[in-house]
DNA sequence: TTTATTTTGCACCGATTGTTGCAATTGAGT
DNA sequence: ACTCAATTGCAACAATCGGTGCAAAATAAA
């Protein structure tokens, strides 16, 4: 019973997600997230309590989306062409129509969590997220002799995510996928230790 | 002539660019710097005009700054060597006494640089410094015989660097030198391809 | 149709942002 | 001692920030 909402909650936060993402979390203002969704702030406040939660929330859908990134490792046999995928696929991720918004997990990382522990808190479950999943790839490769016995899975995967938001920080000031992409090769060439 | 001012400028520039480091530029208010520098607010806008030339002049310091620290390469003879102190120097450099501060270049790439296009390009520059000065040691490394031939400079150097940006940002989430300090060595060791 | 409940739009809140006008203060040059 | 330019402290500025109170609007249940 009551009135009926005018817009779709998930939808909301998806929209709001892409906000922050390319503006930051200061730099994006409640009138700016009014303007730009559509939907009063009382609403938005109604719905989400207060913009630390509202950002919050949109965080978490980005964790989702970046969560079904990394799931792409399992879809390719050989370990290190499944990591070289990835980065691929990242680099284009950071690539927006116009201009690099960068890394939402990382803007949030540099510029919000060192001030807010909520925060903090999500961002190194979202890294733990990526190192997980390149260990698990980087094990696979050991198991199937795609990979030296010799790397240490797990320092390597803590190696392979702090590069990762290397070259997230580094496109947001360097536009081009050309540098990013010849990178990503020398970072890939840990992979081949004897 | 005229009244003498109560505060030196230099000294002022080097304390606020401490300041912007550990808060970053929109989290240090105009009120924050006064307080902190013991300097009133309207000296502040005398004598630098704006909050945004503030910044940008204390950020010229944190460039010098780093640019002598990249200055330790040549010290060291063997070049691996010394980009292995190279990043151990650094990465005492992002912890302060009181938690982690990261590094200015990488807070403000993220946070400023996208939106602010002075600022931008002074971030590429100090890359471009860091990789230079990466390069020319590497370069060193391969005249010397230390470094194999076949490693391509200067996107080692461009790796390196987005390297060094990738643990600046790690370490705003993650404290402890010690994985920093691991994973510096893996970065190392791709140094050594045959 | 009336009632009850939820959402929305509007006005408005206090706090804080960066910035400036102005007059008092300071101190070197005359 | 007087002059004059530079610097300072104080008060205030408009703009914007995140957040709220309240009543009108909307809709399901009665």
Redesign the pocket.
């Given at each position: 019973?009551?009135?009926?909402?005018?817009?779709d909650e998930e939808d909301i936060l998806f929209r709001a997600m892409e906000l922050f993402w390319i503006r930051g979390y200061?730099a994006?203002?409640?009138?700016?997230l009014e303007t730009h969704l559509g939907?009063?702030?009382?609403?938005l406040?109604?719905?989400f309590?207060?913009?630390?939660n509202l950002f919050i929330e949109a965080l978490k859908r980005y964790q989702a989306l970046a969560l079904s990134g990394l799931q792409g490792l399992d879809e390719t046999e050989n370990a290190k062409q499944a990591i070289r995928d990835l980065y691929l696929r990242r680099i284009e991720f950071v690539a927006s129509k116009d201009g690099w918004r960068g890394c939402l997990m990382t803007n949030t990382a540099v510029e919000l969590a060192p001030h807010n522990p909520r925060v903090a808190k999500q961002i190194k479950a979202m890294l733990k997220d990526t190192e997980n999943a390149l260990f698990k790839t980087i094990r696979r490769g050991q198991n199937n002799r795609q990979l030296s016995a010799n790397l240490d899975a797990r320092m390597t995967a803590v190696f392979l995510t702090q590069n990762v938001l290397g070259f997230n920080a580094f496109a947001k000031v360097s536009p081009g996928t050309r540098n990013l992409k010849r990178s990503a090769e020398i970072t890939l060439s840990v992979l081949d230790a004897p």
């Open positions: 019973m009551g009135r009926q909402r005018k817009f200061e994006t203002s409640i009138q700016h939907v009063g702030k009382r609403s406040y109604n719905t309590g207060n913009k630390e």
